[in-house]
């Protein structure tokens, strides 16, 4: 079952995501589409939020969840245009957290970096039940966090062009999409086949007259591209 909360129309990139696409074959109903409009603020954002989400985990019932925090969401985002502040965010975190299942959180969407560094520091004091200063303290980076060097941003300022109504038309359509699960066909967690697991190599203990074909070889290596530090890095360069 997939969830996704998210910027919806105008040509808006991916294009993908209406609240009718709702998944094919023996998965349809099993992905739930939530398209916004533009200045969604925090109250909205966090009661659709946990609306939609609340019905999920009790009608599909998952044993684990994974949440992607995605802070393109955030108010002033080089890319998005939503409202949310940090913490409105950081709400749909708490609410997911009070499941008490299973919980794998990771990062996602955000380009305006000093926000998503503020916003993913806050929702991991979240989930470790550990309030942090709004003051951030010294460090190497504070530069990237002038002149104020605080972890909460300010609400923006986009209209909010989702009304009452376009929310709670979505609403309703999600919860009559999620009814639908009860004669769809379950869908059965399969062991992952063994092809999948790729073995630690000891390389002293390799044969060395041994040829090791290709395929092997490429697992092993580390693309040139994958990490790395210096001119080319894309946050190198920052104009103050």
């Not at 002033?76 to 499941?99: M, T």
Request: hydrophobic share 35%.
């Amino acid at each position: 079952m997939t969830v996704s909360f998210h910027k919806f129309g105008d040509m808006f990139f991916p294009g993908t995501g209406d609240v009718k696409d709702i998944g094919e074959r023996e998965g349809k109903y099993y992905a739930i589409n939530v398209p916004l409009k533009d200045g969604i603020d925090d109250n909205s954002f966090t009661r659709l939020f946990k609306i939609i989400i609340s019905k999920v985990v009790e009608m599909y019932q998952p044993g684990a969840i994974v949440l992607q925090c995605g802070a393109d969401s955030l108010a002033g985002d080089r890319l998005g245009c939503f409202n949310l502040s940090i913490d409105g965010h950081a709400e749909c975190v708490k609410i997911v957290k009070k499941f008490n299942l299973p919980l794998l959180v990771t990062g996602g969407g955000g380009y305006t970096k000093e926000n998503v560094a503020r916003c993913w520091t806050v929702e991991t004091g979240v989930l470790l039940d550990t309030e942090l200063p709004n003051e951030i303290p010294e460090n190497e980076y504070i530069k990237y966090f002038a002149p104020d060097c605080l972890l909460n941003i300010p609400n923006g300022h986009i209209e909010n062009l989702n009304s009452k109504s376009y929310l709670k038309t979505i609403t309703m359509q999600v919860l009559e999409n999620l009814r639908s699960i009860q004669h769809a066909p379950g869908v059965q967690m399969q062991e992952v086949p063994p092809d999948f697991y790729i073995p630690d190599f000891d390389e002293d203990e390799q044969n060395a007259d041994e040829r090791m074909d290709q395929h092997t070889q490429d697992k092993q290596i580390q693309r040139d591209d994958e990490y790395y530090d210096g001119d080319n890095d894309n946050d190198h360069n920052m104009d103050m």
